[in-house]
């Protein structure tokens, strides 16, 4: 029997589909030393999970793959300067805070795009809706100006191709190095106007912001803006587009959300793990950790891929189905850092913004159901998805009967 080759995660065929090449590496290569990307390849969920759980593996890999564009975020910090950073930003995404204060901001941006097409009786979900729904509630949540929202989604694209660029193509640094100049220069002077105009906003919130004496600086600001906008926006246009194409794809789910829209939390977190946005993060080990395969080295980079882990069959039954009523997903925990899938990492790293993106996509799904009550899904045939490190439909393009017209 020939041994199967190790699939390169950089290929054009990996791009076309990486979930066939996922296989092989769980099988049979679960700590691939990968050189074009001076990493080590991880891909079965308790490897995974263990990256992102155990405090022997640190974020410091973000300080070249993140830092460069961004600033330094709470996604470098460790220890009590973490803790303290993150819990100066955490309030505004949970709780009252959210429910009070956002949840409106949501709908109002959802309503709005919707109404834009809802009487042509036919939208491509991703470029219509997906793609400007969550930048637009972030720039408003932080009460940025409506007109500048073009700006912010390219800021945010360039931001995402440098944090995925394992290739290192020079356009795309140059860009992502650009960018973190545009969004310095443009967010500064707006955070230090508002320090002395504070309304009731995000922004005015953080800038208000204190816990044992420590505030947040213009800077920290500025990096924590420029990740919202980047995660924030490229993660939930990919869940709320996946998400459909998973329901329109599995006709008896889909009757079964729109009967009961209770489901949709269920839908959302099968729709992470079953085709996440994120189909990859990287870990660094402060000492040598025994995982499946071998020894990952101290100082080493580890490409954890999602993607993988959340259709291992070792942990998930029947892992290449989409089934929202699956058992073997806590749904109680799925929007905490104790969830038992990976997509918005685990323990203390947690996705800060879970429950920002469990209100927009609840909001979402909701209202692109109720506009479109006889939905259907034109050129069926063409599903591509798109993305290596991030990924998610090309184009989601419906028809429909209009509602309320």
């Not at 066939?20 to 049979?28: A, I, P």
């Not at 190095?177 to 545009?182: D, G, L, V």
């Not at 707006?190 to 004496?213: F, K, M, P, W």
Request: aromatic share 8%.
């Amino acid at each position: 029997m020939t041994a199967r080759e190790a699939p390169d995660i950089l290929s054009p065929e990996f791009a076309a589909d990486p979930y066939s090449h996922y296989k092989v590496l769980r099988d049979d290569f679960p700590l691939l030393w990968h050189e074009p990307t001076n990493s080590y390849i991880v891909s079965r969920f308790e490897d995974v999970k263990k990256a992102f759980k155990d405090p022997v593996f640190t974020t410091r890999n973000y300080d070249w793959q993140l830092e460069p564009v961004h600033g330094r975020t709470i996604l470098q910090l460790e220890g009590r300067e973490h803790s303290v950073r993150r819990a100066l930003v955490a309030p505004a995404f949970r709780g009252s805070e959210l429910e009070e204060k956002f949840l409106p901001v949501i709908e109002r941006n959802s309503r709005e795009l919707i109404d834009g097409f809802r009487a042509a009786g036919k939208a491509d979900i991703v470029e219509d809706y997906a793609k400007k729904f969550p930048v637009n509630v972030i720039a408003d949540m932080l009460d940025l100006p409506k007109e500048d929202r073009p700006q912010f989604r390219e800021w945010y694209t360039a931001i995402i191709a440098f944090l995925g660029n394992l290739s290192q193509d020079p356009d795309v640094i140059e860009a992502g190095m650009r960018t973190q100049r545009e969004f310095q220069e443009y967010m500064i002077p707006v955070i230090q106007h508002r320090r002395q105009n504070l309304g009731d906003d995000l922004l005015s919130a953080l800038c208000t912001a204190e816990i044992d004496g420590t505030q947040m600086s213009d800077e920290d600001i500025k990096a924590f803006c420029s990740l919202l906008l980047a995660a924030g926006g490229e993660t939930t246009d990919k869940a709320i587009a996946s998400l459909m194409l998973n329901l329109f794809n599995n006709p008896e789910q889909l009757a079964a959300v729109r009967e009961n829209r209770e489901l949709i939390p269920q839908a959302f977190i099968e729709t992470l793990r079953f085709t996440p946005p994120v189909h990859m993060i990287m870990r660094e080990p402060a000492e040598d950790v025994e995982l499946s395969g071998g020894l990952a080295p101290a100082g080493a980079t580890l490409t954890c891929l999602i993607g993988a882990a959340n259709r291992d069959e070792r942990h998930y039954a029947d892992p290449e189905r989409f089934d929202l009523f699956r058992e073997d997903v806590n749904t109680r925990t799925a929007f905490t850092a104790a969830a038992d899938h990976l997509s918005f990492a685990l323990g203390r790293h947690f996705c800060v913004g879970a429950l920002l993106a469990k209100a927009e996509v609840e909001v979402g799904i909701n209202h692109l159901l109720d506009a479109m009550p006889d939905v259907e899904l034109t050129n069926s045939a063409d599903q591509r998805e798109l993305g290596v490190f991030t990924r998610g439909p090309e184009a989601v393009p419906v028809n429909f009967a209009p509602a309320g017209v």
